[in-house]
């Protein structure tokens, strides 16, 4: 099993910044890598960031330039720097551990509010 605990949501200006944090524990060895999804109200979850554990990065498009995904071996957490943040980046935020041949866990999620 993989616990995933986030950390980081609240409410921000448009233009402004969060860092959004997910620690995780138990079953760490078998996480192939670590992103985070989004689901804002009335639409689907949708990807914003993931990054492996070789380090490779991908990004959403809609988020490319803004955000930025990145991870600390050593605490087991990886962290999405959001920057210059809109309206539309309105949402819960949801962690995820990718894991090897076995089901992948969720983090709780954060709201993250960017008023106009």
């Known amino acids: 099993q993989v616990q995933l605990v986030e950390s980081g949501g609240g409410l921000v200006q448009a233009g402004g910044s969060l860092r959004l944090s997910c620690a995780a524990s138990g079953s760490i060895s078998s996480i192939k890598g670590m992103g985070w999804y989004r689901r804002a109200l009335g639409k689907q979850r949708e990807f914003v960031a993931t990054?492996?554990?070789?380090?490779?990065?991908i990004y959403a498009d809609s988020v490319k330039g803004r955000f930025t995904i990145s991870r600390d071996n050593a605490k087991n957490t990886v962290y999405l720097q959001m920057n210059s943040l809109k309206p539309e980046d309105t949402a819960v935020y949801y962690c995820i551990a990718e894991r090897l041949l076995l089901k992948d866990a969720w983090g709780q999620g954060l709201q993250v509010t960017v008023s106009s």
């Open positions: 990054i492996s554990t070789s380090g490779s990065i």
